[in-house]
């Protein structure tokens, strides 16, 4: 890959220590549990209205809306009508530096690709599909990105049942993966959960340096009911213990709070 600085390098440890406390405080996330954690955040509701219908990647840098890995580039065509058909959106995005245009990129080909070359692969795809679909294409720059270009800090995946979910602008909320799984069917949105865990442990995360027992990657399920709860922790409990990180993952979740909707 491209990036040209690794894992703990200053600017993703600077990302990182930002949310330290938040984790690790004596109310933090690790202490308390998210479920009780976010109790205390007065904006959680805003992390719920979803303002645009729009597809973008699981990554932690990308814009609010609907995710999925690589904005549906690894689906295949019958996965990507049954969810355009339940997600209805009217925009798809790509990003720079994808983590999942480089999977699809040596999917697709057996050649090595640099990241700018498989995320022109991947703009290419979308776009083909927002034209197919009639829908808007958007591509987000690395300066647009709510991540430094150098990689990921994020210590958390949402596995999210609402389709709603956006960590931005929730004081207190921590950066993390966002995987719309009310959008997808259950192995292949396990399939994308483990493509953030590898992404977190890998070159491009947080690695094994910042990632410990004590301080775990968080699969975070956000359900809106028990029946919800019980099948998000079978499939995240499954995940990480077939994970060869297991030990330095933790399943957690919250409930959704209740939202009048208005439309
Ligand atoms: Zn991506």
Redo the contacts with the bound molecule.
């Keep these: 890959m491209s990036y040209e600085v690794h894992n703990n390098c200053a600017v993703i440890e600077d990302r990182y220590n930002k949310e330290e406390e938040i984790f690790t405080g004596s109310e933090g996330i690790y202490e308390k549990g998210f479920s009780v954690y976010v109790k205390n955040l007065s904006e959680l509701k805003e992390a719920f209205k979803l303002q645009k219908k729009c597809v973008?990647?699981?990554?932690e840098?990308?814009s609010e809306g609907m995710h999925v890995?690589?904005?549906l580039i690894l689906l295949n065509e019958e996965q990507l009508k049954k969810y355009l058909a339940e997600a209805n959106p009217d925009e798809l995005t790509?990003?720079a530096?994808?983590?999942?245009?480089m999977l699809c990129a040596k999917k697709d080909s057996h050649n090595d690709f640099s990241q700018a070359e498989a995320d022109e692969y991947?703009q290419k795809l979308i776009n083909d599909i927002a034209n197919k679909y009639h829908l808007k294409y958007t591509h987000i720059p690395a300066d647009k990105m709510n991540r430094p270009p150098e990689g990921h800090f994020a210590r958390v995946c949402y596995y999210d049942f609402t389709g709603k979910f956006n960590y931005f602008g929730v004081t207190g909320m921590p950066a993390g993966f966002t995987i719309s799984r009310k959008f997808l069917e259950l192995e292949y949105a396990l399939t994308e959960a483990g493509v953030a865990l590898n992404i977190a442990f890998g070159d491009h995360g947080l690695g094994e340096g910042l990632l410990t027992e004590d301080k775990p990657f968080l699969l975070v399920a956000i359900v809106e009911n028990e029946e919800q709860l019980k099948q998000a922790q079978q499939e995240l409990n499954s995940l990480k213990s077939s994970h060869s990180k297991g030990a330095k993952i933790k399943v957690d979740f919250f409930m959704a709070p209740e939202i009048k909707q208005e439309n």
Excluded: E, L, R
């Excluded at 973008?56 to 990554?59: G, K, R, S």
């Design positions: 973008c990647c699981i990554d840098g990308t890995a690589g904005s790509s990003h530096g994808c983590g999942a245009a991947a």
